[in-house]
């Protein structure tokens, strides 16, 4: 009886009226919790065999506890309990839901599993994770705020459509911000501290190597992050952030999605970055930068 109330309530959409399921999009199967998300990028890594215990790991999708770990009241953070055997749904264990789900929801948005112009219901994005509606909305809600999704009365969220020009917008806020930063990094850091980032460079690569492009986007993030951190500005690192997080989510159709040559190719700038600045080549610095943003390099 508790648990049918608890379906009704969680039925409504976000302004409180019947969730109209059939009007949203079906989930996809192939949607999948964190840790599964992982295990399939994982996958192609260790057919080749690239993995040893002296290798830096591959920076993966985030998973960050948040405020409300351990057991407590599924409105918040919202205490789980195992789904039933073989019921097929995949249950997100860890202490932060909401945190988890939106970590889930970002993989999935950059490997192109939640499709542009489609509207997916929280409710049923929710059975699929093995949760209630309440924390898969609270994630949508703060992708809406990101721009990734949009709220769409009565049936669920969109997966807002981007254009070819949004991508170059993003790309040239990008190169305006983080081109004087990298050059003034260039001229003062000591070559000994960029040496330090090399297992970060090195690793993008191996993460490029896998083909999922969330495995490398997380990656890459690392690496940029390492690199404008040692400004010593806080407030430029989430900004930058932010970019970075929009510019990998895909076009609609795919057209702009990079394949496995791409992401490598992508990822040994990383490398030639890092000896242009050990070099303190200035005329190289910016250009790496400024095409590694644009797609000129």
Do not use: K
Not at 42 to 70: C, F, K, L, Q, Y
Not at 170 to 185: F, G, Q, S
Not at 248 to 270: K, M
């Amino acid at each position: 009886m508790e648990q049918a109330r608890s379906r009704r309530a969680e039925g409504s959409a976000e302004t409180g009226t019947a969730d109209v399921r059939a009007q949203a999009a079906p989930v996809p199967s192939r949607i999948r919790s964190v840790d599964e998300v992982r295990e399939r990028c994982e996958s192609a890594d260790r057919a080749r065999g690239e993995h040893t215990h002296s290798e830096v790991p591959i920076p993966r999708p985030r998973v960050a506890d948040g405020p409300h770990g351990g057991e407590g009241s599924r409105a918040g953070g919202e205490a789980l309990r195992e789904a039933p055997s073989g019921s097929g749904r995949h249950v997100v264990q860890r202490a932060s839901v909401r945190r988890q789900i939106l970590d889930a929801l970002r993989t999935a948005l950059v490997a192109g599993e939640l499709t542009p112009g489609e509207v997916y219901s929280a409710p049923v994005l929710g059975e699929r994770f093995g949760v209630s509606a309440t924390p898969v909305r609270e994630a949508m809600q703060q992708l809406a705020l990101e721009g990734a999704v949009e709220v769409v009365p009565n049936r669920g969220f969109r997966v807002v459509v981007r254009g070819a020009r949004e991508l170059a917008e993003l790309a040239e806020i990008r190169t305006l911000i983080e081109v004087p930063v990298v050059l003034r990094l260039a001229r003062t850091v000591p070559g000994e501290r960029w040496a330090e980032l090399r297992p970060l460079a090195e690793a993008s690569v191996r993460a490029a190597s896998s083909g999922c492009r969330a495995t490398y986007a997380e990656s890459d993030r690392v690496f940029h992050r390492a690199v404008l951190a040692l400004a010593g500005n806080e407030q430029l690192l989430r900004i930058a952030e932010d970019l970075h997080r929009r510019a990998q989510w895909p076009l609609l159709g795919g057209s702009a999605a990079r394949g496995r040559a791409d992401l490598i190719a992508d990822a040994a700038e990383h490398s030639t970055l890092l000896d242009a600045l050990i070099a303190q080549d200035l005329t190289v610095v910016q250009s790496l930068v400024r095409g590694h943003f644009t797609g000129t390099s």
